[in-house]
């Protein structure tokens, strides 16, 4: 409802705030090109307009051509500090399920009917890709209404933002994970041991350095991580806040990693502990790793294992021995207890198979 004044007139909107407007010597009804949080700054503006009039100054407002989502996500993507690799997915998901269907839309003209419709032509087949390309325009929207670009935020698909894990991952048993790192290349072997028994990402481990190993307090410091994109190795802090930290190491895995800082590491205390084949000063490439740990996890009777899945195998391993799921988070350089509690979850799991095992010793 508007509100008459001697100059101008003031409306309340739905959302709160305050919407001005005032008919010029033009004789044409003008809005201000935004809207107002408080009443007093609806009646400055239209205050500074009267005496733009009544001073000669005044001249009709040029229409300002409205903000396409396609140049708010541009300048969102450009603005937000993100990890490179972070930086590189977001703008894949971009290109290939937002911006085709909304680089050109005006903000204003986005309705949650557009978004559903958008939304269901994407289908069901990559619900991962689905779920990531949802929850990136819902954030690029939220932002466009903290800045007042718009009034709501249409995105309102129920759980539309959620991924449901499509492969269940079964972590590796301890006669497993014995049989693969023998099967693996001597100077991979430690690094399989950390990220199996520390929950170091592949990240982290192609970046530790000979300092980063501290066998005299049996910890692995994690300072840094690299990242490939686009095929150049970029050196950053790891993953999150959380994952910078110190991780103890088991005591049975120090006579390993004592026996390889005993191996030809060049670059003394700089040098990389997993560098690339044939060129120490280089990082490990993901595909060098990932050649021989196949062959591996094959004669480890583990055909379905990823490397990553060697941290998963850890968080459980660690959850089994009661840890709690701070102590979990800590270890495992987690932000948001989420993933910890599912490695919980698994340990519990884990645990009432064990004791269906123990009965059916019993029972012979």
């Known amino acids: 409802m508007a509100s008459r004044r001697g100059f101008g007139a003031i409306r309340k909107l739905p959302s709160k705030r305050f919407q001005a407007s005032y008919t ?6 003008h809005k201000a090109p935004r809207t107002f949080q408080a009443r007093e700054d609806a009646e400055a503006w239209l205050a500074a307009r009267r005496a733009e009039i009544n001073g000669d100054e005044w001249s009709p407002p040029t229409k300002q051509k409205p903000i396409t989502f396609g140049e708010h996500a541009e ?8 990890k490179p690799r972070s930086r590189y997915h977001y703008r894949g998901i971009l290109d290939r399920h937002i911006l085709p269907t909304f680089a050109g839309v005006p903000l204003k003209h986005i309705t949650a009917d557009l978004v559903d419709d958008w939304h269901y032509r994407m289908g069901d087949g990559t619900p991962t890709a689905r779920a990531h390309a949802y929850g990136l325009l819902r954030t690029i929207l939220g932002d466009a209404v903290q800045r007042r670009l718009i009034e709501y935020n249409p995105c309102h698909i129920r759980g539309a933002g959620n991924t449901k894990r499509v492969k269940q991952i079964e972590p590796a048993s301890l006669e497993e994970l014995a049989t693969l790192t023998e099967a693996m290349p001597q100077r991979y072997r430690l690094m399989v041991l950390l990220a199996a028994w520390c929950g170091l ?22 300072r840094r991580a690299v990242v490939r994109v686009k095929g150049e ?9 959380a994952g910078t930290r110190d991780v103890a190491i088991p005591p049975h895995l120090l006579p390993v990693a004592k026996e390889h800082l005993a191996s030809d590491i060049t670059g003394g205390r700089d040098g990389l502990l997993f560098p690339a084949a044939g060129d120490p000063g280089k990082h490990l490439a993901p595909a060098t790793l990932y050649r021989v740990f196949y062959k591996a996890r094959d004669a480890a009777g583990r055909p379905d294992l990823r490397f ?3 941290r998963h195998t850890g968080a459980v391993l660690a ?8 102590e979990l988070m800590s270890r495992l350089g987690h932000s948001t207890a989420g993933a910890a509690l599912r ?16 009965s059916a010793l019993a029972g012979e």
């Open 233 to 241: 190795f970029i050196v950053g802090t790891p993953k999150s806040d």
């Open 24 to 29: 010029g010597p033009d004789m044409v009804r």
């Open 343 to 358: 490695y919980q979850h698994a340990a519990q799991d884990r645990d009432k198979a064990i004791a269906e095992a123990l």
């Open 201 to 222: 990402r592949f990240g982290e481990l192609s970046e530790l350095r000979r300092k980063d190993l501290d066998l005299a307090n049996g910890v692995v410091r994690v």
């Open 75 to 82: 300048r969102w993507l450009t603005n937000r500090p993100l």
């Open 319 to 326: 959850a089994s021995t009661g840890a709690t799921l701070a």
């Open 308 to 310: 990553h899945d060697l």
